[in-house]
Nanobody, 127 residues
Framework: QGQVQESGGGSVQAGGSLRLSCAAS???????VAWFRQAPGKQREAVAA????????AYADSVKGRFTISQDNAKNTVYLQMNSLTPEDTATYYC?????????????????????WGQGTLVTVSS
């Protein structure tokens, strides 16, 4: 049974950076790991995704050029490096994983519900 767990949220001033980590366990093969976020009163948004077997990535337009998703296969961990943060990035960030979807499909919204979800980690960006 695959599981994921996020860490690394916190508070930062506008223009600052944070790195989130997503540790995956229980998967024997390649998986797609995605970062979602949900701000109060807003719909959940997929912001970045990576397929661990190929390293293929995809990003939402709202974070392109500012966020970078990467992986450390030895640690079974996926990172989300967030730079040039703005108050609009304030949200609870969730990590999710699924072995049967691709990053582009997750970002476009056609992938449907992913298999495993973390509890979420709060990111607060102050102006």
């Amino acid at each position: 049974q695959g599981q994921v767990q996020e860490s690394g949220g916190g508070s930062v001033q506008a223009g600052g950076s944070l790195r989130l980590s997503c540790a995956a366990s229980g998967y024997s093969y390649s998986i797609c790991v995605a970062w979602f976020r949900q701000a109060p009163g807003k719909q959940r948004e997929a912001v970045a995704a990576i397929y661990t077997g190929t390293g293929r990535t995809a990003y939402a337009d709202s974070v392109k050029g500012r966020f970078t998703i990467s992986q450390d296969n030895a640690k079974n961990t996926v990172y989300l490096q967030m730079n040039s943060l703005t108050p609009e990035d304030t949200a609870t960030y969730y990590c999710a994983a699924d072995p049967y979807v691709q990053p582009d499909d997750v970002i476009s919204g056609i992938a449907g519900a992913l298999h495993a979800w973390g509890q979420g980690t709060l990111v607060t960006v102050s102006s």
